[in-house]
């Protein structure tokens, strides 16, 4: 379909390389669906569930004795904004889940609040998750996810669930908070799936 | 959490504005005949998409003003300085002009009349929009509602006289907040603290479900009050406008 908007002429901001309908910040907004849950790093727990019922279970000394990574990421949220050049420290999964037996396809992560999020497992490997900690060098706000939040900056940024606290791994794909609510169960933003059916 | 399960494809639609209504100096309320409008519910979005003539496009997503009721719906956009959709939303989109739209959007920051319980909104600057299309939901319903609305000044409100008009008509208490300048008569100038979450909203024992929106720190300070006066966390739903946008 095609109209014009009588009257606009926009404004091509940059040359840079943004996901089609992304516009360019450098603030960090945040986006979250209740309060803010303040979470202690020594009440804090990360759980890994297999589809056979076994759990895994990291708390935060643990997370922080493992191997970490400097992570610099481009982040897109699916309200528009894109953020170039983000820098994290974190954990990755495939170190977290380099012990887990599964031959699960798809994990529902949760959050401490009640968030919930799901991906297939394949994305959340090789290189494409972690478990960030540090955001710019510094322990990462509460409101921005702090003390822990899931990174997966290749799918729009509500996949990178704020607030981690566990994985449940699964055959099915259980869809999670804002899946259920109208959007993508995929979320890739190079494809625009912002909403379901996109 | 409460789960509203809508998972049809969205398309775009032609929309034609029918009506402008200047709400403040930068703030404007569109009325849009959308022909095949599903109907939304109270609170929810849509994604508008300008294009220029050599078919650049921009989109950005505005919270709906208004109930469901008819073929129209209502659209309150504040112009973001230096932005590049609200600015053309606000000062040059006419009536009779055609506006491309998708939606309705968003399952999460909605209140529905069969909700039970009283409900508490809390709006600070044009995060009063979705808040005044529950207030319209709200008149075909008997559940206690209050409104507490956080402006900078007496100017500063949006939905003046319909505010007035929606707490004449349908019994619901509404506090008005200013932060940098009152007007005559009014003598406390400040932001939302403790006091006015004691004195002006329901308490925790009222089990309200509490709806919040606006700019970020707004929202972060006011669920952070809510939270600490004994609110549970799970009844707080917000919606925050990030400081960038437009």
Redesign the interface.
């Known amino acids: 379909?095609?109209?014009?908007?009588?009257?606009?002429?926009?404004?091509?901001?940059s040359a840079e390389e943004l996901p089609p309908?992304q516009?360019l910040?450098?603030?960090f907004?945040?986006?979250?669906?209740?309060?803010?849950?303040q979470v202690r790093t020594e009440h804090w727990e990360f759980t890994v569930t297999t589809e056979s019922g076994e759990k895994h279970k990291w708390d935060w000394a643990s997370l922080l004795a493992m191997p970490s990574e400097e992570i610099t990421k481009d982040i897109h949220c699916v309200?528009?904004?894109s953020k170039l050049q983000t820098e994290w420290q974190g954990v990755s999964l495939d170190a977290l889940l380099a012990d887990v037996e599964t031959s699960a396809d798809f994990a529902l992560v949760s959050s401490y609040?009640?968030y919930t999020t799901n991906l297939p497992l394949d994305d959340l490997l090789d290189g494409q998750a972690w478990i960030a900690y540090e955001y710019d060098g510094e322990p990462i706000d509460p409101?921005h996810g702090g003390p822990a939040r899931l990174l997966v900056p290749h799918l729009y940024f509500w996949k990178s669930a704020k607030w981690v606290r566990g994985l449940v791994l699964s055959d099915s794909e259980d869809l999670g908070?804002?899946e259920?609510?109208?959007y993508h169960e995929y979320g890739d933003p190079w494809k625009e799936q912002?909403?379901?059916?996109? | 959490m409460e789960r509203t399960a809508v998972r049809r494809r969205l398309s775009w639609q032609v929309a034609t504005v029918v009506d402008v209504r200047r709400e403040t100096a930068t703030a404007r309320t569109i009325v849009l005949d959308v022909p095949d409008w599903p109907g939304h519910l109270a609170g929810q979005h849509v994604d508008v998409r300008l294009t220029a003539p050599d078919g650049y496009r921009a989109s950005r997503s505005y919270s709906i003003a208004s109930a469901w009721t008819s073929t129209t719906i209502e659209l309150t956009v504040e112009s973001v300085p230096d932005g590049e959709v609200s600015p053309y939303l606000v000062d040059v989109l006419k009536p009779g002009d055609p506006l491309e739209l998708r939606g309705p959007v968003g399952g999460w920051f909605v209140w529905k009349p069969e909700q039970e319980g009283p409900v508490q909104l809390i709006g600070g600057g044009s995060g009063v929009v979705p808040l005044r299309a529950m207030l319209q939901a709200h008149t075909s319903s008997t559940t206690p509602v209050r409104l507490l609305y956080s402006v900078r000044r007496p100017t500063s409100v949006i939905y003046v006289d319909d505010l007035k008009e929606l707490a004449a008509a349908d019994d619901v208490h509404i506090s008005l907040v200013y932060t940098r300048e009152a007007p005559a008569g009014e003598t406390r100038v400040g932001r939302i603290d403790a006091d006015v979450i004691d004195r002006l909203t329901f308490t925790p024992a009222d089990e309200p479900t509490t709806y919040v929106c606006g700019p970020t720190p707004f929202v972060e300070t006011v669920a952070d009050l809510l939270v600490a006066a004994g609110h549970d966390p799970a009844r707080i739903r917000t919606e925050r406008f990030g400081p960038t946008g437009g």
């Open positions: 379909m095609g109209i014009v908007s009588p009257g606009f002429t926009g404004r091509r901001r309908g516009y910040t450098h603030d907004p945040v986006l979250s669906a209740g309060p803010t849950p309200t528009r904004w609040g009640g409101e908070f804002w259920t609510a109208g912002r909403y379901a059916g996109d």
